[in-house]
Structure formats: structure tokens, C-alpha cells
């Protein structure tokens, strides 16, 4: 039975200046993606828009989940499609409108190593050269983002191995920062590296995330103090490389957001304006994409901290403000929202006595308005109720940032702010 969607990617979003891009945002069953089925000797029986990355003027890519029958695509399928800069290895289908990219996972054009990370006769002797004791039995595709990056885990019977697939014109570079940073803190240290293919061999960390253990509730979560000196032991960064902020990040964000709902332009475009610029120097070394599930956990314990690929120079309260956003929005889908609420407030009196409170606050929101982005992204069936919510929140957290002062005690935090749950 063919099940095709109900609404397209953007319910109507146009995008005159990306030629192609009318097909993806606005066709349940995008012509380029039944073209390439079809040049296959197959037919398309299902579709669904699972992911999208969508920079106005700049690029749009979109993941499907397919099914097919008959001919050389049958069965179960993952297939992308790009407008814009079209990378060379993508079939190119031509349309009305203009060219589209389109691409069946795992042949990504700008991941030349996702092929190999999903083969397990070659991760087995890749992982051999940087590792002889470890046996590789089964491959696990733990993530991916067409065009930029992936994380394929390498699974034997005493440990696993996780190959990290990043464009490879950044794998040397990846590779040196964890080598750096795991010299100083628990971050894994990296095995090895492939310039040609853009692969990153990691150890496995032990514990947990400490999203699991925030969201079930009833797990023991590290002292706040502990999560902080997280980010207070990076050490200086190799290079001059500065990781923009989450209001540097809002122009982009914002252009976005009122492409997908345009009934919220005005809103967000106030909303921009009383958030201001940035005007602190990026003169610290930050994570970059410091949250909950970068902290790995054990007894109480963080012991490790992964995903470093933004680590880089930034503003004292980049960092903070990213957990605390984050940290805001997981509790809306906790088991115990009360629980991670209090956590959040604990840390929040924590970096609002080492921060100034306001700058602090005007990051988070631009955090949660920069995470508003995320159930379009994932294609979320009610993503337009759930990026207002979000729109909500950071409007909450730029009105508690008036005339606020340094707190020295947890009593003294104004959490009015944050949205029942």
C-alpha cells in the first residue's frame, strides 16, 4: 500500500532564490526523488520526509525514507536530495525549476567514508591497524546528517569502536582536538584518522549520557559543580579558530524561522532586537556544543565529554547558556520534568554568580530560539506548534533578563520564566 505523506517539508515555504527547491519544500512526492527510483527500474510505494537543513538562498537537503518494489531498489531505502552547490558524485535530475542533487545513503558525495564505515569486512581490518586486540562483529549506523557527518559504532564482544565521518578536508583537524583535549580531560582520545576518506576512529567512553539519566528521572546525575568544571578545565585551543555564539548564530536562525512560519516574522524579528548583538570578546576556550548529552556518567560521576568538534575560542557564557536552554526544553518531554527543572536551576545559581545574570539569560534564549529550528529539522508531525512553544520560551527568558542582578543563592533565581510543563 503506498503510504505518501500528508504535507510536504514546508507547508507551502518557498525559496525563489534556491532554483529546485520548490519541489522539495512543496511536493509530498518530490519529482527528482521518483525519477532516480525509476531510472532504477523500480517503483516508489512509500515516502517520508524524515530530516531536512534548509539555509535560505544557500542550500536545501532533504532525507527520505523510502520503500520500492520490483528492480534494483527494492526493498527499504534512504535517499537525499540537495538544492544549491550540488556536490560533484550526486546524480544531477534535472527539472522546471532547476537541478537537484539526489543521492541514495550510504553513497553521500561529501562523506566519501560512509560507504566503508558500513561495510564490515573493511572497518574490520581498518580498525585492525589502529587496534589489534579489538574484534568487530556487527556495525551500528548511529547517526547521520546528509553531506555533514556521521557516526557509524564498530561492536565486538569486549568493546566497542566508533568511526566519526566528517568531510575530509576536517579530519586531521578533528583528530588533533581530541588528541589535544584528551591529554587534559576525559574526552576520547583519538585512534587514528583517514585524510582520504574523512573517518576518525574513537574509543568508547564508559557510563551513560546524562540526557538518559535527566529524562527517566530516578538516576544519579552529577553534583552541578562537577558539570561545570567541565567546561572551566578546557584548556586553550590550537589554533584561533572562534565558534560563533548562539546570537551570532540568530540572523540565520531567524530568516529560517519566518520562512516556515510567516505569521511569526514580526515576533521574531522583535524578539531578535531585545536579545541585541554580541558584543563580548570570544577570549575563552568553549566546548561549543555544550549539553546534556555530551556528558557521559558513571556513579555520580561525569567521565567523559564527547562531540568536540566546535571546541574553539568563545564568550564565557556561550557554554552555560547552551546547557541551560537545552536543559529547559528536556524537560518539556521527562518522565519528571520537575526533576530536571531543578537541576537547571541549581546550575543556573551556580553560573549566574560567575556570569552576569542578564548577558546569561540573553544567550540561553538565543539557545532555545536556535533549537526552534529543531522539529522542522526532524520533520516532527506538529513541528509548527512545537517551533511557536519554543518561540515562547525564548521570549520568557529575554523578559527575566530585565533588571536582574547577581544571585548568590539559589532562593534568589527568578525562574518565572520558565514555561509550565
Do not use: C
Given at each position: ?15 525563489d532564490?534556491?532554483?529546485?527547491s520548490?519541489?522539495?519544500?512543496s511536493?509530498?512526492?518530490?519529482a ?39 528492480g534494483?531498489?527494492?526493498?527499504h ?37 560512509l ?14 591497524t ?18 555533514r557527518?556521521?557516526?557509524v ?28 583535549l ?11 584518522f ?16 546524562m540526557r ?15 558539570v ?10 590550537l589554533?584561533?579558530r572562534?565558534t ?15 520562512r516556515?512560519?510567516?505569521d511569526?516574522a514580526?515576533?521574531l524579528?522583535?524578539?531578535?532586537a ?57 524537560a518539556?518531554?521527562?518522565?519528571n ?28 534564549a ?18 509548527p506548534?512545537e517551533?511557536?512553544?519554543?518561540i515562547d520560551?525564548?521570549?520568557g ?10 544571585v ?14
Amino acid at each position: 500500500m503506498t503510504m505518501f505523506p500528508v504535507n510536504s517539508v514546508g507547508r507551502g515555504a518557498l525559496d525563489d532564490d534556491l532554483p529546485g527547491s520548490r519541489e522539495l519544500l512543496s511536493s509530498p512526492v518530490p519529482a527528482p526523488v521518483v525519477a532516480v527510483i525509476e531510472a532504477a527500474g523500480s517503483t516508489l510505494t512509500g515516502l517520508e520526509a524524515v530530516q531536512s537543513s534548509w539555509w535560505p538562498t544557500k542550500q536545501l537537503t532533504v532525507r527520505y525514507k523510502v520503500t520500492a518494489s520490483g528492480g534494483m531498489l527494492d526493498g527499504h531505502h534512504q535517499i537525499v536530495a540537495m538544492a544549491g552547490k550540488i556536490p560533484q558524485g550526486a546524480a544531477r535530475v534535472e527539472g522546471p525549476e532547476g537541478t537537484v542533487g539526489v543521492w541514495i545513503v550510504p553513497n553521500d558525495p561529501l562523506l566519501p567514508g560512509l560507504v566503508s564505515a558500513l561495510d564490515l569486512a573493511t572497518v574490520a581490518q581498518l580498525v585492525s591497524t589502529v587496534d589489534a586486540d579489538a574484534e568487530i562483529r556487527s556495525l551500528r549506523f548511529r547517526s547521520y546528517r546528509p553531506g555533514r557527518r556521521g557516526v557509524v559504532e564498530a561492536v565486538g564482544p569486549a568493546k566497542s569502536l566508533f568511526l566519526k565521518l566528517v568531510r575530509p578536508n576536517s579530519a586531521r583537524s578533528l583528530h588533533e582536538k581530541h588528541r589535544h583535549l584528551a591529554s587534559r580531560m576525559p574526552v576520547p582520545d583519538s585512534l587514528g584518522f583517514s585524510r582520504e576518506l574523512g573517518v576518525v576512529v574513537l574509543p568508547s567512553m564508559p557510563g551513560q549520557d546524562m540526557r538518559r539519566a535527566l529524562r527517566h528521572g530516578g538516576e544519579t546525575v552529577p553534583d552541578p559543580g562537577a558539570v561545570a568544571a567541565l567546561i572551566e578545565s578546557l584548556p586553550r585551543p590550537l589554533d584561533d579558530r572562534v565558534t560563533k555564539s548562539p546570537i551570532d548564530k540568530l540572523p540565520r536562525i531567524v530568516d529560517l524561522l519566518s520562512r516556515i512560519l510567516p505569521d511569526e516574522a514580526r515576533r521574531l524579528n522583535r524578539l531578535v532586537a531585545d536579545i541585541g548583538s554580541d558584543d563580548r570578546p570570544a577570549d575563552v576556550p568553549v566546548h561549543g556544543d555544550f549539553y546534556e548529552a555530551q556528558i557521559l556518567v558513571r556513579d555520580a560521576q561525569p567521565v567523559g565529554l564527547i562531540d568536540v568538534d566546535t571546541f574553539g575560542w568563545g564568550r564565557p557564557a556561550d557554554d552555560p547558556a547552551m546547557m541551560l536552554g537545552h536543559l529547559t526544553l528536556l524537560a518539556s518531554s521527562a518522565e519528571n520534568p520537575a526533576s530536571v527543572l531543578d537541576y537547571a536551576i541549581r546550575l543556573q545559581a551556580l553560573w549566574e554568580a560567575a556570569h552576569e545574570p542578564a548577558d546569561l539569560r540573553r544567550r540561553i534564549a538565543a539557545v532555545v530560539l536556535g533549537q526552534a529550528t529543531g522539529p522542522f529539522r526532524v520533520q516532527q508531525a506538529n513541528w509548527p506548534a512545537e517551533v511557536r512553544r519554543r518561540i515562547d520560551t525564548a521570549e520568557g527568558w529575554v523578559a527575566s533578563s530585565s533588571g536582574i542582578r547577581k544571585v548568590s543563592s539559589l532562593a534568589q533565581v527568578d525562574l518565572t520564566y520558565i514555561p509550565d510543563h
